[in-house]
Structure formats: C-alpha cells, structure tokens
Nanobody, 124 residues
Framework: QVQLVESGGGLVQAGGSLRLSCAAS????????MGWFRQAPGKEREFVAA????????AYADSVKGRFTISRDNAKNTVYLQMNSLKPEDTAVYYCAARTVLRIGRLANEYDYWGQGTQVTVSS
C-alpha cells in the first residue's frame, strides 16, 4: 500500500511561486514513477508533470513547460513540483500520483495511487 501526502499549496499572486511536496510511504517496492495532475472546478483532471524512478526522465504539459519543474529525492521518498511565474489559470487542486512501474505516464488511468490533493489559488 502506498500513501501519498501533498503539501505546499496556498494562495499566491500572479507571477509568484509555490513549491508542492508529495511524501510517499513505500513498502515493498522501490521508488516508482510519479506524477502531478490538477483539476480545476468544472474541468477534468489533467496531466501536469511526471518523473521516472531515477529522476533522469521528466515530462511536462505544454501549458506549464518552462515554468514548472518536477524533481524527486528518493532518500526521502518525496517528489516536488516547483511552480514559477504562476498564472490565474493554474488555479486548481493539485494531486500527486504514483505508478507501480518505473516508466513515466501522462494519463491519469496509468497511476495506481493518489494523494488527497492540495489547493493552489493564483489571484490576478
């Protein structure tokens, strides 16, 4: 069983920065591929970023490329999402997710475990 706990969300002005953290409790398997998704009110959950088990491969949605950076610290079983140059359209609940395979994925249904989400609100 994997438990994921997100933190770091909050209210920020447009142009500001936030760093989200996702602490994972892992048992029998190592550090799987992990991702961040977000869901705004009335919209479907969408892919934001993903990182493979070693951190050597990452992927980003076009809407956040160049502004967001995903990273991980396997010694701490923690994944981070550094968000810079935030825009009001980045407002959403951000979810951390983990897969039980090593490769990254861009689809929500490729992930096996989810956190409870953390709210990010960007004011204009």
């Amino acid at each position: 069983q994997v438990q994921l706990v997100e933190s770091g969300g909050g209210l920020v002005q447009a142009g500001g920065s936030l760093r989200l953290s996702c602490a994972a409790s892992l048992r029998t398997f190592g550090s799987p591929a992990m991702g961040w998704f977000r869901q705004a009110p009335g919209k479907e959950r969408e892919f934001v970023a993903a990182i493979n088990w070693s951190g050597g491969s990452t992927a980003y949605a076009d809407s956040v490329k160049g502004r967001f950076t995903i990273s991980r610290d396997n010694a701490k079983n923690t994944v981070y999402l550094q968000m810079n140059s935030l825009k009001p359209e980045d407002t959403a609940v951000y979810y951390c997710a983990a897969r039980t395979v090593l490769r990254i994925g861009r689809l929500a249904n490729e992930y096996d475990y989810w956190g409870q989400g953390t709210q990010v609100t960007v004011s204009s």
